[in-house]
């Protein structure tokens, strides 16, 4: 390769993806997903499957059903510690093995620690493997089909890795900030009113930037919705399509409801050597970093920027020592068109950037969602490293509300001298000290929408949620009368900017907001 390579040096030596399609009375356990994965890893760096035994080091990503809410209370058998039920699976004793805590930036996170281990010593062969499941586990639930197979006898709890911190406060809780589908939309009307564009420009705007991606997930056989769609049917609000969170309809969502996994191999160029994978197969983990934004939402200096992922971006591209313009292939975080319009922006991207935005085809088509997308992305990634020798590939990952994020940069390209990954409270240290607005539970009197959304049923606009700010700049969150008037009137013309009163709601937990 003509570097003189580092013995203890972190390589990706092999990547697994897995999408069942097939009827959920005969759809793999959570188990035997991550082990199809992984033995898919093993085939891709054309070594024994025996290798999965000498494992030192083992994360398992986050399952959504672990995830804080009402997932963690469907009814069915669990998993008590995946890390140890697939090593078993495996036939492996890691001394290192891990759990990750909730959120979409785990599989670059985990990938950049077990970088870290490897480099430090501490590691010779690790495989970070995960997947997501719901599609099946909601048709069996709905049938009634049971789920023999899917829990075990382990008792003991995993380790974990990652920031275990609920993703919202009780009170926005209470005000329904703790789903995706409500909170990012906040994040996109922030991002229309700052720019000054209209509902309906902004819209044209989400189906232009979304259909590329569709396009890309049509191509790629792993995909759950292999379908390219026009930019005018990602908008336009049908049966088929209906508004879930405003400005979101149906196609601008992750779909959660996915049979996925992935898995990656990794491990130092003395135990690949060892092993005899061969160097067309290897990838380079070259600049990576991880930091999480202001933790809360309404701690936020504001609802359209992202420090963390601008820091984050920054650090990964001064490790490896390159710049953006030296980027080749690109994948950002898509569960909602907000993440990718703030990571562009951070990044100093255009959103018709002539590279792409995705190689998945992104989480509302190709799937992956819950935990475990960016698995998918690396995996993806490095097959498209791997036919372009020498080119570099960007990776971001994003948990709970543009919370937690990770980035990686990846390449066939050795890395040349010490892999030397920063201790993430140096970035992080930075983000926690940023001024922000005070908060207020409480609030009363004159106030104006800072941003908001209209959150719709099936049959319809069901609340307005407000996060504004009082006479005093102080910010607060709230829901709106729920009458058709007010829910119609927020989106057929500009909400952000507007006056109203704030004051308690009648349920006695929830704060009102009634718009002038």
Known sequence: MGVKMRDDLPVLIGAGQFTYRGKPETSPSPLELLKIAAERAVGDAGVSGSVLAELDALAVIAFSIDAPGGLSKLPLPRLANPPASLARALGAEPAWSVYTETGGNSPQQAVNVICDRIAQGQSELALVAGAEFLG????????????????????????????????????????????????????????????????EDHQVRLGELFSP?????????????????????????????????????????????????????????????????????????????????????????????????????ERAFEMAGIGLADIDIIDLYSCF?????????????????????????????????????????????????????????????????????????????????????????????????????????????????ETYTVVHAREGARMGIVIGRDAAGRRFVAHTPDDAATLLDLEAREGVGRTGVVGPHPDGVRNLFVPD
């Open 213 to 313: 991606f569709s396009k890309v997930a049509a191509a790629n056989p792993n995909a759950w919705f292999p379908v390219e769609r026009s930019p005018a049917e990602l908008v336009t609000v049908t049966d088929r399509n209906r508004m879930i969170s405003y400005p979101y309809p149906k196609y601008l969502n992750a779909i959660m409801e996915v049979d996925q996994s992935a898995a990656v191999l990794i491990c130092s160029v003395r135990k690949a050597r060892e092993l005899g994978v061969p160097e067309d197969r290897w990838v380079f983990l070259h600049g990576c970093a991880d930091a999480a934004d202001l933790w809360y939402p309404m701690d936020r200096q504001d609802f359209h920027s992202s420090p963390a992922i601008r820091l984050t971006g």
């Open 337 to 449: 068109p907000s993440a990718v319009q703030v990571a562009a922006e951070e990044f100093g991207l255009a959103l018709d950037d002539p590279r792409g935005l995705t190689v998945t085809g992104g989480l509302p088509y190709f799937g992956g969602p819950g935990n475990n997308y960016a698995l998918h992305s690396i995996a993806e990634m490095m097959a498209r490293l791997r036919a372009r020798p020498g080119a570099y590939g960007l990776c971001t990952a994003n948990g709970w509300f543009l919370t937690k994020q990770s980035v990686g940069i990846y390449s066939t390209k050795p890395v040349d001298g010490d892999w030397i990954r920063e201790a993430p409270s140096v970035i992080q240290d930075r983000i926690d000290a940023l001024p922000h607005p005070e908060i207020i539970d409480r609030p009363t009197g004159p106030a104006v929408i």
């Open 136 to 199: 099946s586990l909601m048709k069996r639930l709905k049938g009634g089909l049971g789920f023999d197979g899917w829990g075990d006898d382990l008792t003991e709890a995993p380790g974990r890795i990652g920031d275990p911190r609920p993703g919202v406060t009780p009170q926005e809780a209470a005000h329904g900030l703790g789903y995706p589908v409500n909170t990012y939309p906040l994040f996109e009307n922030a991002l229309r009113a700052r720019d000054q564009r209209s509902l």
